[in-house]
């Protein structure tokens, strides 16, 4: 069946970048997403990006695809304390979304 | 707007205990799932329904029912409660509607809840 993987921790330093990384199987993905977690609380989207585009960027954010092989990234640039949370993965083939386990990012000051 | 809220958000229960939680969206969604979060494992959703009136198993559906009052509250019971269900629960809601709708499905989710059963 379909699986996300994702790498379980993430440590940076304040002001550097951060790179998180996911990999799929599903090769009939349409839309690859983003979320955030913050302690307590539920999944927030923080971008998603169309699988016919390379690359997507919001402000601190780039999200990079390489649908060859099947390889999803997130740049969080000059990345900041308050960026400490999970980060999933998530891929939607047809109907369903498919969650990966997620990347702790700690934030070192 | 509330967005998407549960009740309640913890709870402590012995094993064979039953309870029932709630969730209720104020977007006008179509679709409204139940996840479950367990560390390592991500997020493995336990049903779903892609429409008022109808309700589909997901990944990890057994010791669970669900059911779909109206379009703005889904909830999820656990007839007997196990140890194996201790977890956090997260409810989400989604505008997309029905079986191979396509579309990008951004889910809104709940605080959550989290259970333990002892």
């Known amino acids: 069946g379909e699986d996300v993987e994702q790498s379980p921790f993430l440590s940076v330093r304040e002001g550097d970048s951060s790179v998180i990384n996911c990999t799929y199987t599903d090769s009939s993905s349409t839309y690859l997403y983003w979320y955030k977690q913050e302690p307590g609380a539920g999944l927030q989207l923080l971008t998603y990006?169309?699988?016919?585009?390379d690359m997507k960027q919001d402000q601190r954010l780039t999200v990079l695809l390489n649908k060859k092989d099947k390889h999803l990234s997130l740049r969080i640039a000059d990345t900041q304390t308050g960026d400490s949370a999970i980060y999933f993965c998530?891929?939607?083939?047809?109907?369903?979304?498919?969650f990966g386990a997620g990347t702790r990012l700690f934030v070192k000051a | 707007n509330a967005g998407v809220t549960q009740t309640p958000k913890f709870q402590v229960l012995k094993t064979g205990q039953s309870m029932t939680l709630q969730c209720a969206q104020d977007m006008n969604h179509n679709s409204m799932y139940w996840y479950r979060q367990d560390p390592g494992m991500g997020l493995r959703l336990i049903y779903y329904?892609?429409?008022?009136?109808?309700?589909d198993k997901g990944e990890v559906p057994n010791g669970y029912n669900v059911s779909r009052l109206n379009k703005r509250e889904f909830s999820l019971r656990l007839e007997s409660a196990a140890p194996s269900q201790t977890s956090v629960y997260f409810c989400?809601?989604?505008?997309?509607?029905?079986?191979?709708?396509?579309?990008?499905?951004?889910?809104?989710f709940g605080p959550g809840t989290r259970l333990l059963v002892l």
């Open positions: 998530a891929e939607t083939g047809g109907f369903k979304t498919i």
């Open positions: 329904s892609a429409s008022e009136g109808t309700t």
């Open positions: 989400a809601s989604s505008p997309l509607a029905g079986q191979g709708a396509r579309g990008v499905e951004t889910q809104y």
């Open positions: 990006i169309f699988s016919n585009m």
